[in-house]
């Protein structure tokens, strides 16, 4: 495959800075109200979650990593709907007794948006629909950078503030993805909880999110890349520190350990992150 110029990268990621934006959990963000968080991620597996829930040694002494710079925003078309978007640009390797594969492209891309439906005391409910387009790889690949199909998700989201008996909130969240091809429908679930530290410029979240296989698939799918198989169970607990260095942008740093699953790999995802979170207006 023909890779993309540096040039073209650079201008993507700075085209996608300049319309950004993200919100906790349920939460739209206000008109013109635009937050952009670009990290580098490390995700390393030798592992794997077997058909029967175990968590065991990935066959034939293999190691899987996945290093990728990714692009998250949201931007406040009104202060009731969100736009939203994401890709990344990924370097994977996985190396095996007996063999030893590499790939490197830009990932799937979400397109999607979220709308306000009732806020009051009693908290923020939402909605959220998403469209995953596959990115700029073959799904046939001896290591695909994913399962090459679209993807549409819809999902509920209830978020409430903790204010004032803490600096904090809570959001859960219950979705369901329909995939196009061979790879199983999912359910989706998600709860998060997230606090400032007192009057410092640290703040902390955690979340459990969640994915269930329908099991309708029409196959298990490659091993060539064991985070897209067909058919898979996953529980990632996300543990996540930030800084704000300015009202306007700050830093980030996450640790993500696959805690459950099945028929996928059992890996952990470092990361570290630069946000800005500001208005056009």
């Known amino acids: 495959m023909r890779?993309?110029?540096?040039?073209?990268?650079?201008?993507?990621?700075?085209?996608?800075?300049?319309?950004?934006?993200?919100?906790?959990?349920?939460?739209?963000?206000?008109?013109?109200?635009?937050?952009?968080?670009?990290?580098?991620?490390?995700?390393?597996?030798?592992?794997?979650?077997?058909?029967s829930k175990d968590r065991v040694r990935t066959p034939n002494n293999g190691r899987f990593k996945d290093r990728n710079i990714s692009n998250y925003f949201e931007i406040g078309i009104t202060d009731y709907v969100t736009a939203i978007t994401s890709f990344s640009y990924k370097w994977l390797h996985n190396d095996y007794t007996g063999g030893n594969f590499?790939?490197?492209?830009?990932?799937?891309?979400?397109?999607?948006?979220?709308?306000?439906?009732?806020?009051?005391?009693?908290g923020v409910v939402s909605t959220q629909v998403l469209v995953k387009v596959p990115g700029l790889y073959g799904s046939t690949d001896a290591l695909p950078l994913g399962n090459g199909q679209y993807d549409l998700e819809a999902r509920v989201l209830y978020g409430r503030s903790f204010w004032p008996l803490i600096p904090g909130y809570g959001n859960i969240e219950?979705?369901?993805?329909?995939?196009?091809?061979?790879?199983?429908?999912?359910?989706?679930?998600?709860?998060?909880?997230?606090?400032?530290?007192?009057?410092?410029?640290?703040?902390?979240?955690?979340?459990?999110?969640?994915?269930?296989?329908?099991?309708?698939?029409?196959?298990?799918?490659?091993?060539?890349?064991?985070?897209?198989?067909?058919?898979?169970?996953?529980?990632?607990?996300?543990?996540?520190?930030?800084?704000?260095?300015?009202?306007?942008?700050?830093?980030?740093?996450?640790?993500?350990?696959?805690?459950?699953?099945?028929?996928?790999s059992a890996g952990s995802t470092f990361s570290l992150a630069v946000y800005i979170k500001t208005s056009l207006f």
């Open 3 to 51: 890779l993309p110029s540096l040039t073209f990268i650079v201008m993507l990621l700075l085209a996608t800075a300049l319309s950004s934006n993200v919100f906790a959990g349920a939460w739209t963000q206000p008109k013109g109200v635009f937050y952009e968080k670009i990290a580098f991620n490390y995700y390393y597996a030798d592992h794997v979650f077997d058909s």
């Open 102 to 122: 590499a790939a490197r492209s830009f990932g799937d891309i979400d397109l999607g948006a979220r709308i306000k439906l009732l806020e009051g005391k009693q």
């Open 174 to 264: 219950a979705g369901y993805r329909w995939r196009a091809g061979a790879p199983s429908n999912e359910f989706r679930y998600l709860a998060e909880v997230g606090s400032d530290f007192g009057k410092t410029p640290l703040y902390g979240r955690a979340k459990l999110d969640g994915t269930l296989s329908a099991n309708n698939g029409s196959n298990m799918g490659s091993w060539g890349n064991p985070t897209a198989t067909n058919n898979f169970d996953l529980g990632k607990l996300d543990l996540a520190l930030g800084y704000k260095v300015r009202p306007t942008w700050g830093l980030e740093g996450s640790y993500i350990k696959e805690l459950y699953g099945k028929n996928t």
